[in-house]
């Protein structure tokens, strides 16, 4: 492999943007290269001289690759505040009674599906994650609760509907992971906080107890602290320009959640609530460490 | 004493290196705004106008020139040349040239003040 090659290797594997955007750098540091290589050869170096001097006198790809990602990265005051728009409307139904009501839950539902749409087509900017994670939730959903109709119904419901559910997930998780790693912890973020309070309604070995509904209200305060958490750390997440401040943004929630959950429940969790509490951190865990991995 | 010089030198050169990052906006934007140019002419540009005084890491111009094209101060596309190498040329944008005039009229009173400065010292 030529010194050039190698180099605008290393330079892409330390590059986590959009594709598009990587390539065309690495393009224009290849020109470069084989432009300065072409004059150091016309003065009389060996092409492989010319080719190392050449190389050198760019200097690291990995910190090339380090401040074209903070450029590219950091996202404007305006994203980050539409990024945590989402959650902050979600927060905003559980400080009253709004989440019981159908007419304020359709519209966000609407609202969410029309921004999350749009973004996709609109080649998926950096806002448009959380969005997409709320979006992303209702198919989810539909599929738990397909298991709770009657005689038996539920399963073959369930055989039909979760397979595509999965496809479709795992299709847009695939997408948005290709992009970067990071935008797809955003993206699962809500769902996250979502069946980690979903978890806490619980009892015995009830996935939902009878007074969910009691229960959720009353637990209403700690629902919008989380949320709004949620959306202090995509604020961050998107403003951050250094990859670990922004890795580190998305650790918070969890914590967070976690927190707010077992105090809100004085710490009596079902069984079947553990499992999905521990899956749902698990999904969230699962991009950082694919990111840690990547680093290695 | 040999010590003591190599610290000055050190000093100047980092004064040097620091004049250079508070200004390589307006180094690059007056470049781009005579023709639209390519990072690889940009380097050579400035070596030959500075007299070989600007040095640096020649990958360090490509964020430079993404950080002014986000800001929407520059602006590139690629052309074929006739031998199917791709070049990526940049051009000053409406803002650019506004942003530009005002970063020399400030240069320009800043020179001016510390010139005066200076040789009130020196006479």
Same mark, same amino acid.
């Not at chain 1, 540091?29 to 150091?40: G, I, P, S, V």
């Not at chain 1, 590219?72 to 709004?98: D, M, R």
């Given at each position: ?134 979006? &992303? ?44 790693? &990071? ?114 | 004493?040999?010590? $003591?010089? $190599?610290?000055? $030198? ?6 040097? $290196? ?106």
């Amino acid at each position: 492999m030529s010194s050039i090659s190698h180099y605008l290797n290393r330079f892409k594997a330390s590059l986590k943007i959009d594709h598009t955007i990587r390539d065309g750098v690495a393009q224009e540091l290849y020109t470069h290269l084989e432009e300065k290589t072409q004059e150091l050869e016309e003065k009389g170096l060996s092409k492989e001289e010319a080719t190392n001097i050449a190389v050198q006198s760019l200097g690291s790809p990995e910190l090339i690759a380090k401040q074209i990602y903070e450029t590219h990265a950091q996202g404007s005051w305006k994203e980050a505040l539409f990024s945590a728009l989402p959650h902050l409307l979600v927060a905003l139904l559980f400080t009253s009674y709004y989440w019981q009501n159908i007419v304020y839950v359709s519209i966000i539902l609407a609202l969410t599906v029309g921004i999350a749409v749009y973004g996709w087509r609109r080649g998926k900017p950096i806002w448009l994650f959380p969005w997409l994670g709320y979006y &992303l939730m209702p198919v989810v959903v539909s599929g738990i609760l397909l298991l709770s109709l009657p005689q038996g119904w539920g399963w073959i419901a369930a055989l039909l509907y979760i397979p595509l559910v999965l496809f479709v997930f795992v299709h847009i998780v695939r997408q948005t992971a290709r992009r970067d790693w &990071l935008y797809a912890s955003l993206m699962l973020a809500p769902m996250l906080v979502t069946f980690t309070w979903f978890s806490s309604l619980g009892r015995g070995n009830e996935l939902l107890a009878s007074d969910w509904a009691a229960r959720l209200q009353t637990n209403a305060l700690w629902i919008v602290i989380s949320f709004v958490a949620l959306a202090a750390a995509t604020i961050a997440f998107i403003r951050l320009k250094q990859r670990r401040h922004k890795i580190i943004s998305l650790l918070v929630p969890p914590l967070v959640v976690l927190f707010a959950v077992v105090t809100a429940s004085g710490g009596n969790i079902c069984s079947w609530s553990w499992l999905l509490l521990l899956f749902s951190l698990s999904a969230f865990a699962i991009p950082l460490w694919m990111e840690a991995r990547a680093y290695e | 004493m040999k010590a $003591r010089q $190599r610290i000055d $030198r050190g000093v100047g050169m980092n004064y040097g $290196r620091e004049l250079l990052k508070g200004n390589t906006d307006s180094l690059l934007l007056c470049l781009i705004s005579r023709q639209p140019t390519y990072g690889y002419q940009i380097v050579k540009e400035l070596e030959k106008r500075s007299n070989g005084y600007f040095q640096f890491k020649e990958g360090t111009l490509y964020p430079a020139l993404h950080r002014l094209e986000r800001d929407d101060l520059i602006t590139g596309k690629w052309q074929i040349l006739p031998n199917g190498q791709q070049r990526r040329y940049y051009y000053i944008t409406e803002r650019g040239q506004q942003v530009l005039a005002k970063k020399l009229a400030t240069w320009q009173d800043f020179s001016t003040a510390v010139k005066a400065v200076i040789q009130a010292e020196t006479t």
